[in-house]
């Protein structure tokens, strides 16, 4: 079991390291408000949503903010268990533990900034919301929720892949995945197939949620299936994690 001296440890070691990678830094900070800039300046008025396209396209970017910073993490992880780091921890009697629920904080609290970077450029842009104070609230809980999830499984694939260049590519498929969704546009306004595929992926119904919240007008069911989408994820990520940190460390 982890102790919570050894992950502070392990999660001040990993923003050192983060913030000595510029490029880490973009792809989680700056990244999703370059993609803010060009589909609102350069998109916006082609996409008829019915409401101000910033107001649309904010929730689905904060979804986004979260999914850009998870290459990194799993690059990271996947360099201990490669360069024998882990090996080093065990001799300094490192809980294991600890050196997962480290990157997994870390990689929380980089999303946590990215949304708080994302919505102060909205806010400049004209985003406004209508959502209450207890909205607001459980807009923050649905972002902490999906990034312990994400980050759970960004750790596991980082701990699959064979090295920190393939651990890259491992989360490309989750960086694409919000473009599949309601994320730009509605699902309804996509061609068949994609269209059925956008309504019934699990990043659609947390942006859904999201959006319901910020407009004030929330979804008990959306958000009921955002939470289990999430609850899954992280838990399918925790024991996939446990699991392949056990064989290999």
Known sequence: MSTPSHSMVM????????ARNPTSVFNAVLMPIVLMLMFVYMFGDAFNVGVDYIDYATPGLMLLAVCYG???TAT????????????RFKVMDVSRG???TGHVIASLLTNLIAIGSLLGVAFLLGFNPSASSLDWLAVLGIIVLLGFAAGWLTVALGLFAKSPETAGLAAVP???LPFFSSAIVPAEKMGPGLR???EYQPFTSIIETL???????PTTSTTITAIAWCVGIALVGYLWAGSTFKKRA
Not at 76 to 87: E, F, L, P, Q, R
Not at 211 to 217: F, Q, S
């Open 196 to 198: 059925q595929f956008a």
């Open 98 to 100: 600890a050196v997962l």
């Open 70 to 72: 998870l290459g990194a």
């Open 11 to 18: 999660l001040r070691r990993n923003f050192k390291h983060i």
């Open 76 to 87: 990271a992880v996947n360099s201990d268990m490669t360069k024998g780091i882990i090996n």
């Open 211 to 217: 959006r319901g919240l910020l407009n004030g007008t």
């Open 174 to 176: 989750l960086v694409m």
